[in-house]
């Protein structure tokens, strides 16, 4: 029985990460040393900073890591792709190129016979005015219409700038810490959505930049997966036991 593997929030390409091309080389060599390993991959959102597909141009760049994932879906291994807060605007590019798998919604499905729920995170629970303005706004399909008329010499400019800024204005240009049980806007939603839904074993999210393993019940547990940034972390399911864990280059891997 292979491994499937969860990811998210590498944020490829944003202007406020020094070590770009080093974290893309990482990201691609995690994936490379699980290829044999791995029966599907599921990235949880925001893989790139920004992302906007015209009808005939798409952002330059992420060359090693299309490739590496073109790689995977050539070998048989489900790649799938979740839509993000930075990543909203995929067409059918990495579809139709690369062979992923698209998620714009949150999902539920059966992996090895136990109950996923899987999704980037954003909007779930999280009462900021602000932010879930924002969020529709980036949703509209008329906004998306009138943005894709910008030539992209402006547009793709405007959106790494755009994401440039939303990281640097938070202190340290990371996410605020776990804010613990009774605060954390994506546990209180999972808490709540738990009892209407209680067959649901693992609930696993990107989003937030923190990695966090709680249990929830004896039954269901709530997994967020760090990043790709700072923590280099992934969760991996063997069918059995669900570990969650950070890419050390070098060491085996599961």
């Known amino acids: 029985m292979k491994n499937v593997y969860f990811l998210s929030d590498a944020h490829l390409g944003s202007r406020a990460i020094a070590h770009g091309r080093t974290q893309e080389r990482r990201l691609v060599n995690f994936l490379d040393s699980i290829k044999h390993q791995a029966a599907a991959i599921y990235l ?3 893989m790139f900073d920004f992302w906007y597909e015209f009808k005939l141009v798409v952002p330059k760049g992420y060359t090693r890591f299309l490739g590496k994932i073109s790689e995977l879906t050539d070998m048989g291994v489900e790649v799938h792709f979740f839509i993000g807060n930075h990543d909203i605007w995929c067409g059918d590019y990495l579809e139709k190129e690369c062979g992923v798998i698209i998620h714009r919604e949150p999902l539920t499905c059966e992996i090895y016979g136990k109950e996923f729920y899987l999704a980037h995170g954003d909007g779930l629970g999280d009462n900021d005015w602000k932010f879930k303005t924002i969020r529709t706004m980036f949703h509209s399909k008329t906004l998306q219409f009138l943005f894709s008329t910008l030539h992209p010499r402006w547009s793709v400019d405007f959106g790494l700038e755009w994401a440039k800024h939303s990281r640097l ?9 776990y804010q613990g049980e009774k605060e954390e806007p994506l546990v209180l939603y999972t808490k709540d959505y738990l009892k209407t839904h209680p067959n649901i ?3 696993i999210y990107g989003h937030r930049h923190i990695m966090l393993d709680l249990m929830l019940s004896h039954t269901s547990r709530l997994l967020i997966l760090g990043d790709w940034i700072q923590e280099f972390s992934y969760a991996v399911f063997d069918g059995e036991n669900m570990f969650l864990e950070q890419f050390v ?4 891997q599961f």
């Not at 204005?169 to 810490?177: A, I, S």
């Not at 280059?249 to 085996?252: N, Q, V």
């Open 249 to 252: 280059e070098g060491e085996s």
């Open 44 to 46: 949880l959102g925001d």
């Open 201 to 203: 074993n693992f609930f």
């Open 169 to 177: 204005k938070r202190e340290g240009g990371r996410e605020p810490e």
